[in-house]
Nanobody
Framework: VQLQASGGGLVQTGGSLRLSCAAS????????MGWYRQTPGKQREMVAT???????NYADSVKGRFTISRDNPRNTVYLQMNSLKPEDTAVYYC?????????WGQGTQVTVSS
């Protein structure tokens, strides 16, 4: 399974961005898809995840501002990020799980200027 992320960029505080991640290499619906982020010197942290039946989980720091969604037939996951803050600046990574297997996409940089 290959994951291709897109949609990062530079935005001002309070702005919005939408990340997309499309999975290829499988016709199976991925069990869980999600987004993680990492800043230099810190561990990668979970931002949001969504199961194949649309159960979601969010980090406390993004609740109410970020929305994760997915398109199962396309095995694509989205992250709508609103009211962005400078502390949201990070490299965002797409993740997918299929049974016991986990997959990572390449990161996409999100920079929020103050």
């Amino acid at each position: 399974v290959q994951l291709q992320a897109s949609g990062g960029g530079l935005v001002q505080t309070g702005g919005s961005l939408r990340l997309s991640c499309a999975a290829s290499g499988t016709r199976l619906v991925l069990d869980v898809m999600g987004w993680y982020r990492q800043t230099p010197g810190k561990q990668r942290e979970m931002v949001a995840t969504i199961t194949s039946d649309s159960r979601t989980n969010y980090a406390d720091s993004v609740k109410g501002r970020f929305t994760i969604s997915r398109d199962n037939p396309r095995n694509t996951v989205y992250l709508q990020m609103n009211s962005l803050k400078p502390e949201d600046t990070a490299v965002y990574y797409c993740n997918a799980k299929l049974s016991v297997l986990g997959f990572w996409g390449q990161g996409t940089q999100v920079t929020v200027s103050s």
